[in-house]
């Protein structure tokens, strides 16, 4: 359900004119005279994941600079740093719930966090946002669906050694909401763009014996095989292991006609397997490699396959807003502002959507208790009845789960050798939004 209502422009004009009779009465009104409502903000700010999480802050604050107020409250930010630590995480939230003039919070940015995080706010009512989780556990009791396992048979959270949903939910009420797609969608995706975009018939599938890149290489094989693809050999190898085992498995797998590999986990090691696939297979893009966002955008995957970076595709569970029309103005104005070009990063607009959603659910919330401040629970009931919000990203909405609707993925495809800092560009789409793939 959009926000905007028809007695919108009653209310704003109403406001304006107590704004206008405030003035002559008494000189101009400041910002810090207004009653205030505080959204808290947790990310990693220090650590290996600042590089995108500080950008991701600055996309929330570029929200609320050019929103500075909300239906007659002045709206401030309260940002903690969790440093990808579960249990700072976990801290920062108690001190969000404890302070009452916080009504929502913003993140956190990874699954780990989410676990430790998601129980606290949880039993305390306190609703999150998140521009940047994609694990299926956070939302669901389900890791693989029946359709994207090639046994046919779904695996639960639990078999896949990790808490479901339900487990983090001690009220067994939702208060957790994202704008990320979950991680099943990109191993289907990579099929889809493999056999339709890419045109490959047959391909081998490697995994890293971590759940996340078994996980996608199933969802891989199974939906590769839906589609009339073959899936010609799979290997799950150990990264810390001797590479003699990868590199037999490639030479059989050229032998075996394969037309692509595919690896489901991290950067480092999954882009060594590139490397190794020369001279067994062509170089560069006769033989595509596909990952996940495991691999996206991450120059130690360019220095780990060498020269054969030619070819290199990774999914990302997010829309690629810097290719998105409707992001266009935003992305100009943020730039404008905030002038360094690494202060802008791929979750900039994610996390800004993030706060325009709460703002939303807050301008609903306000409206339905009369101006009064909102209580956290009206703030997670608006939030879940999201439908179809404009947003930079897309249409913005939330399914029952509090997973998003605008169910993208996104395909980069990897620079050359010459520069791996370089802008991974986008090679295409693949949109689950009106159906999924399961």
């Excluded at 075996?256 to 170089?283: E, H, L, N, T």
């Excluded at 990774?314 to 992305?331: E, K």
């Amino acid at each position: 359900m959009l926000s905007i209502r028809s007695t919108e422009f009653i209310r704003v004009l109403c406001a304006c004119l107590a704004l206008v009779l405030c003035a002559c009465s008494s000189g101009s009104p400041h910002q810090d005279a207004l009653k205030a409502l505080r959204i808290g903000v947790d990310l990693p700010l220090s650590g290996a994941e600042s590089r995108a999480a500080i950008p991701a802050l600055n996309g929330v604050r570029y929200y609320v600079q050019t929103h500075a107020t909300l239906d007659g409250y002045a709206i401030r930010l309260d940002t903690a740093d969790d440093a990808a630590d579960p249990e700072r995480g976990a801290s920062n939230v108690n001190r969000f719930i404890t302070d009452q003039g916080v009504v929502a919070m913003i993140g956190p940015f990874d699954g780990p966090v989410a676990r430790k995080e998601i129980p606290v706010a949880n039993a305390a009512g306190l609703a999150m946002v998140s521009p940047a989780t994609s694990n299926p556990c956070l939302t669901r009791d389900v890791y693989i669906p029946a359709l994207l396992n090639p046994a046919r048979a779904a695996i639960s959270c639990k078999q896949a050694g990790l808490p479901a949903a339900s487990d983090l939910r001690p009220t067994h009420a939702n208060n957790f909401f994202r704008l990320t797609a979950t991680d099943e969608l990109q191993g289907a995706a990579a099929a889809d763009f493999a056999y339709q975009n890419l045109h490959v018939l047959r391909a081998a599938v490697v995994s890293d014996h971590e759940a996340y890149g078994q996980g996608l290489a199933s969802e891989f094989s199974a939906r590769f095989s839906r589609l009339g693809g073959s899936v010609v050999g799979r290997l799950d190898v150990d990264p810390s292991s001797s590479s003699t085992g990868v590199a037999a498995f490639l030479g059989r797998m050229s032998v075996a006609g394969a037309q692509a590999i595919y690896y489901g986990g991290g950067s480092k090691s999954g882009c060594a397997i590139r490397a190794q696939m020369s001279p067994p297979f062509a170089s560069g893009e006769a033989v595509p490699f596909l990952g996940g966002d495991g691999i996206a955008s991450d120059p130690q995957c360019i220095a780990a396959a060498g020269g054969n970076t030619s070819g290199i595709y990774a999914t990302v569970p997010i829309v690629d807003a810097s290719s998105a029309p409707t992001a266009a103005s935003a992305i100009a104005g943020f730039k404008s502002s905030f002038g360094s070009t690494s202060a802008y990063g791929p979750y900039t607009m994610l996390a800004y959507d993030a706060t325009a959603v709460l703002y939303a659910a807050l301008d609903r919330a306000i409206f339905a208790a009369g101006g009064a401040p909102p209580s956290r629970a009206q703030v997670i009931s608006e939030l879940a009845r999201t439908s179809g919000l404009p947003g930079a990203t897309g249409a913005l909405g939330f399914d029952p789960n509090g997973d998003t609707t605008n169910r993208v993925i996104s395909i980069l495809e990897a620079p050359g050798p010459d520069n791996p800092r370089a802008h991974w560009r986008l090679a295409g789409t693949i949109d689950y939004s009106a159906h999924l793939p399961y």
